[in-house]
């Protein structure tokens, strides 16, 4: 019944070594996004595709990066994880830039 | 109980009584708005949204009341159950790039 799937639910990597993180949805949404949230605060955008448009936020550092091969899948690449970079890692969908947004259950990334 | 918006990050409930959550929003081109409940590890959970062209949207046990005049939201938990137990953040939706604005987040804590 999952609709918006992350994988992995937990996930470690090493100070410098890239990690990939996927979401993969059922809902056939033209739109896909990816927010990190850090403790106690709320989601922060790093990035949507509306459709195969990649649109970037401004503040979101290079080492972040995104790619979706098809309408149900979307990963999140970090090139090179440092310790600030650990958070817990969302996925969300939506229709349209107008309707409400499917969140899956994240990602929780830790550095060491 | 009663939050009022982001002075007051926490609120304690007794099981059964009726929780208000307040939000204050920046844009006053903001013209969809959404209550998102998030429990501790998972995804913000849609809960109830509401148009700019309404004041007041009901759902299951949940209210959600808009004031446009002083850019104030609100959400109204009736009854108040443990499960209910969650960090509760408000979200906009404004701007050409139509991308959602999210409040700091209210921790709701139900007591039984």
């Known amino acids: 019944d999952a609709m918006v799937i992350q994988n992995p639910r937990y996930q470690v990597t090493q100070f410098g070594k890239p990690v990939t993180l996927s979401c993969s949805q059922t809902?056939?949404?033209?739109?896909m996004y990816w927010y990190q949230q850090k403790s106690s605060q709320a989601p922060k955008l790093l990035f949507h595709y509306y459709d195969k448009d990649f649109n970037n936020e401004a503040d979101t550092p290079d080492n972040f990066q995104s790619r979706r091969p098809n309408t149900s899948f979307c990963f999140l690449d970090i090139r090179s994880p440092g310790l600030g970079d650990a958070a817990m890692y969302l996925c969300a969908t939506s229709r349209g830039l107008l309707d409400g947004y499917t969140f899956g259950s994240g990602t929780r990334l830790t550095v060491v | 109980g009663e939050s009022v918006g982001l002075h007051l990050p926490t609120l304690s409930v007794q099981e059964g009584d009726n929780s208000i959550i307040n939000c204050a929003y920046s844009?006053?081109?903001?013209?969809?708005f959404i209550w998102y409940k998030q429990e501790s590890g998972k995804g913000p959970q849609f809960i109830i949204d509401?148009?700019?062209n309404m004041d007041k949207r009901q759902g299951q046990r949940v209210t959600v009341l808009l004031n446009k005049t002083v850019k104030h939201l609100s959400l109204q938990i009736a009854a108040t159950q443990p499960g209910d137990s969650a960090v509760y953040f408000c979200?906009?939706?404004?701007?050409?790039?139509?991308?959602?604005?999210w409040g700091l987040g209210t921790s709701l804590a139900v007591n039984p």
């Open positions: 844009n006053s081109a903001s013209d969809y």
């Open positions: 979200a906009e939706n404004a701007g050409n790039n139509r991308k959602l604005i």
């Open positions: 809902l056939n949404h033209n739109v």
């Open positions: 509401i148009r700019s």
